[in-house]
């Protein structure tokens, strides 16, 4: 059975984010990848999920406040830290952080929020991936803390599923090593008994 979305799955990588470069996806780019990212398991239609767009000069200022919220919380960084922190969303043209946005439902647990905030994270890069552009997601020490948080847009009860970086990518994307499947599925034999 041949199926272009299936090779397109089979091959899908990461690329490296300081390989990612401009051009960026356009304004109508990134509404289709939020249309393909929203369209995923949802129960009881909740929206548990929402996305914030980090570009141009704002991943500058972001990595002005990320490296004095870790020298606060460090005391003084060496250079090669600081510029680390510095540079955390500036190293692709686009950012877009995925977010947990919990709601109360009395049927709905928080936990099957959050995947599903990391189901549309999937789709997104998957998306980007379809449009031609690289992505790479991470999360990292600021995902963590509340000071982070906020620096980043999220409300206190919000959590981040992660930052998806995007950008145009030449090549190839590394490849990594990759479980075995006939390793990860079993077929049911019974509770498990100890």
Same mark, same amino acid.
């Given at each position: 059975m041949a199926s272009p979305i299936i090779d397109f799955l089979l091959t899908r990588n990461s690329a490296p984010i300081p390989d990612l470069k401009e051009p960026a996806p356009s304004d109508t780019e990134i509404a289709t990848m939020i249309a393909a990212a929203s369209r995923v398991p949802d129960h009881g239609r909740l929206e548990p999920w929402r996305f914030i767009l980090y570009r141009g000069e704002a991943r500058v200022e972001i990595g002005k406040k990320l490296a004095a919220l870790a020298e606060q919380r460090e005391g003084p960084l060496?250079?090669?830290?600081?510029?680390?922190?510095?540079?955390?969303?500036?190293?692709?043209? #686009?950012? %877009?952080?995925?977010?947990?946005?919990?709601?109360?439902?009395?049927? /709905?647990?928080? =936990?099957?929020?959050?995947?599903?905030?990391?189901?549309?994270?999937?789709? #997104?890069? %998957?998306?980007?991936?379809?449009?031609?552009?690289?992505?790479?997601? /991470?999360?990292? =020490?600021?995902?963590?803390v509340a000071e982070g948080r906020a620096i980043?847009? #999220?409300?206190?009860?919000?959590?981040?599923?992660?930052?998806?970086?995007?950008?145009?990518?030449?090549?190839?994307?590394p490849e990594r090593p990759r479980p075995d499947p006939a390793k990860l599925y079993a077929e049911y034999t019974g509770p498990w008994a100890g």
């Open positions: 060496a250079e090669g830290r600081r510029n680390q922190e510095l540079a955390r969303f500036s190293r692709a043209p #686009l950012v %877009i952080g995925v977010v947990s946005v919990p709601r109360e439902n009395p049927k /709905i647990p928080q =936990w099957e929020m959050f995947l599903s905030g990391g189901m549309a994270a999937m789709n #997104l890069m %998957i998306a980007a991936n379809a449009l031609g552009y690289g992505t790479n997601m /991470i999360s990292n =020490w600021y995902s963590d980043l847009g #999220l409300s206190p009860q919000e959590r981040v599923v992660g930052f998806v970086h995007i950008g145009s990518y030449q090549g190839p994307a």
